[in-house]
């Protein structure tokens, strides 16, 4: 079992940036892939972006490419993802996900077995 918990989220600017947080609880963080989810209201959640146990392998949903960084630190049992060039369609309820299979990358939601309760991101134009 592991426990999940964002932060960092907040209301900014369109072009602003904000840098989300993930702290996970357990001694096994380093086992799971690791991935943030978002969900816009009225829309299904979609992936955002993913990272490998080791920290060396990533991908992003093309809407965000080249604008988010996600990155993890072992050592602090968390994972983080950087908002640059924010958009109003960027607003949404951010989730943090661990898979614990931890063989790949994925991004299907369902593959992810523990979730974050989430935190709000409001881009305004």
């Known amino acids: 079992q592991v426990q999940l918990v964002e932060s960092g989220g907040g209301l900014v600017q369109a072009g602003g940036s904000l840098r989300l947080s993930c702290a996970a609880s357990?001694?096994?963080?380093?086992?799971?892939?690791m991935g943030w989810f978002r969900q816009a209201p009225m829309k299904e959640r979609e992936f955002v972006a993913a990272?490998?146990?080791?920290?060396?392998?990533?991908t992003y949903a093309d809407s965000v490419k080249g604008r988010f960084t996600i990155s993890r630190d072992t050592a602090k049992n968390s994972v983080y993802l950087q908002m640059n060039s924010l958009k109003p369609e960027d607003t949404a309820v951010y989730y943090c996900a661990a898979d614990p299979s931890g063989s790949s990358i994925s991004r299907r939601s369902y593959e992810y077995d523990y979730w974050g309760q989430g935190t709000q991101v409001t881009v305004s134009s």
């Open positions: 357990g001694r096994i963080f380093s086992r799971y892939t």
């Open positions: 990272i490998s146990r080791s920290g060396g392998e990533n």
